[in-house]
């Protein structure tokens, strides 16, 4: 009876989300751009072997995983083939520089128009990132072997420019999205390529492994049990009891009352940042070997390429799980602990006459405040540790090797699938609609 009701409240939010107009409004221009997203991914550079391409990110466990994070237009070598993932390198960067930098740091005190400005200071970083970036690309591809024709200077240039150019433009159609429609449209973007590749990658994979029925449904049940560890592991928080001292006047007279909140401290406030830093080293000796590894006659370097490969299966596979997952537990302190310092919690807390019951203003409540951190942080930061290596331990219980379903692309798609709901969810509250979250 009780599913029912829920299964008729769904039902009856999603017919009231399309029944306003504005809201309606919005979601039809958020699915607009999306399409225009997913034909702009099927814009081909030309100069390369298709047939090869596509064997080589089947033979390479790392190209498909970065090609999952694209929509298929990184193996179909697509003026979209970086998507907006330099901007999101820019922005990483510039999170790390504001607490360092000075003149960074006043600009983040200024406000709306300080954080227009360091916007602004990102986005022109990302087109030297997406610049080297593509160029990167080229060189990596052009040693696996994949152009039909020789690039020539020219032709270099006008081709890490066409893809320089495509990423700012998803940039301006993400921003769009989160201007005029519902959801953060750089997340969006990336959802979209995710979700949109995810289905041939699942098929092929599973028609590969069809003849390891019970390890594919065993597999196929992990996943799932994954997936809603990772929803429960993005809502995790603790609240920290907050008290308020108001002055009011009335009639003359001073009047002091007190409110009471909380702060929420999530237990995964780092996000999927730290899973990207990991990725960025651990993939870092493969590829500095694939430069001196000798096919015909094996050297250090190809034991290397072995070791630090994501299909690498047990026990040559726990180099490179085993590094990804110190690297996941260590980042995911230092990017924590840079957010929290960023806020200033107690600082603010003082300013607007709060305090947290049972502890003294200022430096006492910084103390508590770090020690609540550092041990939620300790929790978060190995439950994150978990899911990264997560495929891993899939396989290898599974035996399941052709099968690789990204710990990354989960979290961001529960991550974007749960934000976008909850901000449907506040347009249908504020005009006193039912919405999903029950």
Do not use: C
């Amino acid at each position: 009876m009780q599913r029912r009701e829920s299964q008729s409240r769904l039902i009856q939010a999603i017919r009231d989300m399309f029944l306003l107009p504005d809201l309606r409004r919005k979601l039809l221009f958020t699915l607009g751009i999306l399409v225009v997203f997913r034909f702009i991914a099927h814009v081909l550079l030309p100069g390369v072997d298709s047939n090869a391409l596509s064997n080589l990110f089947e033979q390479n466990q790392l190209f498909g995983m970065l090609d999952l994070f694209s929509g298929g237009a990184m193996r179909r070598f697509s003026v979209a083939t970086m998507g907006v993932y330099p901007y999101i390198t820019s922005s990483i960067i510039m999170q790390l520089l504001v607490p360092v930098i000075p003149n960074l740091q006043a600009l983040s005190r200024q406000g709306e128009i300080g954080q227009r400005k360091i916007n602004r200071i990102t986005h022109l970083l990302t087109i030297p990132l997406a610049a080297l970036q593509g160029y990167g690309m080229l060189v990596i591809l052009q040693g696996q072997n994949v152009f039909v024709v020789a690039f020539e200077p020219l032709t270099i240039v006008t081709v890490v420019m066409s893809m320089m150019a495509t990423t700012m433009f998803l940039v301006w159609l993400g921003e769009l999205i989160t201007e005029r429609g519902i959801g953060n449209g750089i997340s969006l973007i990336i959802f979209a390529g995710i979700i949109a590749g995810l289905p041939t990658m699942l098929g092929q994979s599973i028609l590969a492994a069809s003849d390891n029925l019970i390890g594919l449904a065993v597999f196929i049940i992990l996943v799932l049990a994954t997936l809603v560890f990772v929803v429960a592991f993005i809502e995790a928080h603790r609240r920290i009891p907050v008290q308020y001292a108001r002055t009011t006047f009335r009639s003359g007279r001073m009047y002091r009352q007190s409110g009471a909140t909380y702060i929420p401290l999530r237990v995964n406030t780092a996000g999927m940042i730290p899973l990207i830093f990991a990725i960025a080293v651990v993939t870092l000796p493969a590829t500095i070997a694939s430069y001196f590894a000798n096919p015909s006659s094996p050297n250090f370097a190809n034991t290397i390429m072995n070791a630090f490969n994501p299909g690498a299966t047990f026990p040559l596979g726990l180099v490179y799980w085993g590094t990804y997952f110190l690297l996941v537990i260590g980042f995911t302190f230092f990017y924590t602990m840079i957010i929290f310092e960023q806020l200033g919690l107690a600082k603010r807390l003082q300013e607007q006459g709060g305090f947290i019951p049972g502890i003294r203003p200022g430096k006492a409540t910084a103390d508590y405040l770090d020690r609540i951190i550092r041990l939620i942080t300790f929790g978060g930061a190995l439950s994150l540790g978990l899911v990264a290596i997560m495929p891993f331990i899939a396989q290898g219980i599974t035996s399941v090797a052709t099968i690789t379903v990204s710990s990354m692309a989960l979290l961001i798609v529960v991550g974007v699938a749960l934000d976008t709901m909850k901000q449907v969810e506040a347009q249908l509250t504020m005009r006193r609609y039912e919405g999903f979250l029950r």
